[in-house]
């Protein structure tokens, strides 16, 4: 069964981050993960895990992820229109592209879009430098045009 489920999701791990905190007996190590999950055809999670060690923070990230994924809504390979979004710092403009033309985009959020599968976008990241703000921004940005989506879809069901 776990074999079949990591088949059926891409994992990409975007960020691991030590971090450490003074206490009376010294100093407490801890990691916290970053990961996209997707499964290249229109659902993206995200999930941010804490643990004492490196690979119990990438599984409850994965975990979590999976427990929160997002619809995309696609045109093709790409999405329906443009958007933008904010979240904390972090501002994102996600452009569609013609077919073709890739996805133009940075680091951490070239991650969040090929796991959804959107294989022409233009995107620009502005306002912060933290990998987790600017994922956070496009899965924000994802969830609105998702919901838009379904406004749109809602409102053409009653008028049938």
């Given at each position: ?37 997707g ?49 904390g710092?972090a ?10 033309s ?20 233009v ?5 912060s ?32």
């Amino acid at each position: 069964m776990d074999w079949q489920e990591q088949r059926e999701f891409q994992e990409t791990v975007v960020q691991i981050n030590r971090v450490s905190k003074k206490t009376k007996g010294g100093n407490q190590m801890r990691f916290s993960a970053l990961v996209v999950v997707g499964d290249r055809k229109g659902k993206v999670g995200v999930g941010l895990g804490k643990a004492p060690d490196v690979v119990s923070g990438i599984q409850k990230a994965v975990l979590y992820a999976k427990k929160h994924m997002v619809a995309v809504p696609m045109k093709g390979t790409t999405i329906p229109y443009q958007i933008k979004s904010k979240y904390g710092a972090a501002f994102v403009l996600l452009k569609p592209a013609p077919a073709g033309s890739g996805v133009i985009a940075g680091g951490p959020v070239r991650a969040v879009l090929e796991a959804a599968g959107v294989r022409d976008i233009v995107a620009k990241m502005l306002g912060s430098n933290n990998k987790i703000t600017n994922i956070y921004a496009v899965i924000e940005a994802l969830k609105k045009m998702s919901e838009i989506e379904n406004k749109k879809k809602g409102a053409n069901a009653h008028e049938n």
